[in-house]
């Protein structure tokens, strides 16, 4: 059962490679961080496998957990910060539309920029 456990690591270690293949040449940064997301879990594995060689399952159980927990944080916040940057920003706080929820301006009120002076 042993020898099985070793040909599993090694099996994954080299789908590994194939996903780190796709983190450098990726055409698009969301390839790049799947790449990055899948070798991540893969590594999670990876962990629960040398655990069941060490037999100390119960201890590699909550590594492999919280390396998993910040493999999934890390790859949220990798997305929401790409989504951002992708995002073109408004040129100025004029041409911003207004938050939904924002009133509607006074129709009477007369802005500070069109007072006429005299």
Same mark, same amino acid.
């Given at each position: 059962m042993e020898q099985f456990f070793i040909a599993l690591g090694v099996a994954l270690l080299?789908?590994?490679l194939v996903c780190l293949y796709r983190?450098?040449?990726?055409p698009t940064v969301i390839d790049r961080i799947l790449?990055? +997301?899948?070798?991540?879990?893969?590594t999670t594995v990876l962990i629960i496998i040398v655990g069941t060689l060490d037999a100390r399952v119960e201890m590699f159980i909550?590594?492999?957990?919280?390396?998993?927990?910040? +493999?999934?944080i890390t790859t949220i916040a990798a997305a929401r910060f790409y989504q951002r940057l992708?995002?073109?920003?408004?040129?100025?706080?004029?041409? !911003?539309?207004? !938050?939904?929820?924002a009133p509607p301006p006074a !129709?009477?009120?007369?802005?500070p920029k069109t007072t006429p002076e005299g």
């Open positions: 080299v789908l590994m983190v450098v040449q990726g790449g990055v +997301n899948v070798i991540g879990m893969k909550d590594i492999a957990l919280a390396y998993a927990l910040l +493999n999934f992708s995002q073109p920003a408004p040129r100025d706080a004029e041409e !911003a539309e207004p !938050a939904p929820s !129709a009477g009120l007369v802005s």
